[in-house]
């Protein structure tokens, strides 16, 4: 079974840059067809979709996100990374790392605020 664990700091200030790790178990991320994937959640907000990297290394990014928005793989380390540049208390949610309908991370909470 698939296992997805997010990872990085729960605070950032504003104007610096956000990195998220996603460490991948039970599975591989250059696994054919499957598209590896950041999804956020503001407070009281729904989901967003941010972006992902295919199993192959395309990139795919939200358009409203991608002049910010860096999506990269250690394939040795089985891990995906997020980096959002610029980030504004707008950008506080929680944030997940995904693939397919079924498997998520739990989530880790980051706090723009200076």
């Known amino acids: 079974q698939v296992q997805l664990q997010e990872s990085g700091p729960g605070l950032v200030k504003p104007s610096q840059t956000l990195s998220l790790t996603c460490t991948v178990s039970g599975g591989s991320i250059t696994t054919t067809y499957y598209r590896w994937s950041w999804i956020r959640q503001p407070p009281g907000k729904g989901l967003e979709w941010m972006g992902g990297?295919?199993?192959?290394?395309?990139?795919y990014y939200s358009p409203s996100l991608k002049s910010r928005t860096s999506i990269s793989r250690d394939t040795s380390k089985n891990q995906f990374f997020l980096q959002l540049s610029s980030v504004t208390p707008d950008d506080t949610a929680v944030y997940y790392c995904?693939?397919?309908?079924?498997?998520w991370g739990q989530g880790t909470q980051v706090t723009v605020s200076s």
């Open positions: 995904n693939v397919g309908l079924n498997y």
């Open positions: 990297i295919g199993y192959d290394g395309s990139r």
